[in-house]
């Protein structure tokens, strides 16, 4: 069964550095989403992405966040200089249409220092 | 904006016990629904959704879930409860907007223990 993977499942950095988290959506998808999870909080949207551009974003999809899909498969969330309160679970997820079914990939747990 | 209540933070459940988690959610139209469940270190997977049509829905694992319109609510259950479904569990709000790729809004989860 397709499934979306994430890359690496954890990151540790230095605050102020840049990251960069890797996904691969599943390969028919064509919307694709990041959330967060901060340590034992709920799950919040950050950004959603169709068309080979943005569709929607929330409040805490700021300036320091970007995304793109560089290539036909990897769909990727930059973080230009990270915070403390950066740290968190990063999912990736993906649908086959606006229906908002999405699924989502095993995470990336980001650790800023 | 839609918002999602689970009331329950933990609940406690004897093992072949029968389940039923809250679900409560505000959006100005029908919205999409979806229960998820989150193993530890794990990501998220997909129980069962809500579209249209039966207000009953089936999903993986045993769970279903009924949609009740007057009630704004959404509630998950199973009959009987086996030790692996404990797990952290989410209710989430899509909005039908027609187009475009929406963010899920997701409660802040309800913590399944089983008890033997």
């Known amino acids: 069964e397709p499934e979306v993977t994430q890359t690496p499942s954890h990151q540790v950095t230095q605050m102020g550095q840049e990251v960069i988290l890797r996904c691969v959506p599943i390969s028919n998808h064509l919307y694709f989403y990041w959330y967060r999870q901060i340590l034992g909080q709920k799950v919040e949207f950050l950004v959603s992405f169709y068309n080979n551009e943005i569709s929607e974003k929330s409040e805490i999809f700021d300036d320091q966040f970007s995304v793109e899909r560089p290539d036909g498969s990897n769909f990727t969330l930059k973080i230009r200089s990270t915070k403390l309160e950066d740290s968190a679970m990063y999912f990736c997820?993906?649908?086959?249409?606006?229906?908002?079914?999405?699924?989502f990939g095993p995470g990336t747990r980001l650790t800023v220092l | 904006a839609q918002s999602v209540t689970q009331p329950d933070i933990h609940i406690t459940v004897s093992e072949g016990a029968s389940l039923e988690l809250r679900c409560n959610y505000s959006y100005g139209a029908t919205p999409y629904l979806f229960w998820y469940v989150q193993s530890p270190g794990q990501g998220l997977q997909l129980l069962l959704k809500y579209f249209s049509g039966d207000t009953l829905v089936q999903g993986i694992k045993g769970f279903e879930a009924e949609f009740k319109r007057s009630q704004s609510s959404f509630n998950l259950r199973k009959p009987s409860v086996h030790w692996s479904d404990a797990a952290e569990y989410f209710c989430a709000v899509g909005a039908r907007s027609g187009g475009g790729a929406d963010g899920l809004t997701f409660g802040k989860g309800t913590h399944l223990i089983i008890q033997p």
């Open positions: 997820a993906s649908g086959q249409d606006s229906y908002n079914e999405q699924f």
